[in-house]
């Protein structure tokens, strides 16, 4: 059964930059497409990024050219690259498959980005 678990997501002044990590558990994690997804306060969770199992990525429209999304097979374990942060980038980070999966939330990583 495949786990994920996220780690380093901290509070950051805007301008500042983060690295994110998902972890995965599971032989078979890595056929799998993958995304980052967030949640803000009283807002949906959206897919901020995703990369294929092939490696080619997409970004969503607010974090483009800001964020980068990256996976190491060999580690099983997916990156957010994450610069030029923003005050409206604070949420609780996820990593799942893409599309979600609902067996595979895990609890996430908190990014708080405030002077």
């Known amino acids: 059964q495949v786990q994920l678990v996220e780690s380093g997501g901290g509070v950051v002044q805007p301008g500042g930059s983060l690295r994110l990590s998902c972890a995965a558990s599971?032989?078979?994690?890595?056929?799998?497409?993958m995304g980052w997804y967030r949640q803000a306060p009283g807002k949906q969770r959206e897919l901020v990024a995703a990369?294929?199992?092939?490696?080619?990525?997409k970004y969503g429209a607010s974090v483009k050219g800001r964020f980068t999304i990256s996976r190491d097979n060999a580690k099983n374990t997916v990156y957010l690259q994450m610069n030029s942060l923003k005050p409206e980038d604070t949420a609780v980070y996820y990593c799942?498959?893409?599309?979600?999966?609902?067996?595979?939330w895990g609890q996430g990583t908190q990014v708080t980005v405030s002077s």
């Open positions: 799942n498959k893409n599309p979600s999966l609902a067996a595979l």
């Open positions: 599971g032989s078979i994690a890595w056929i799998y497409d």
């Open positions: 990369v294929s199992s092939a490696g080619s990525t």
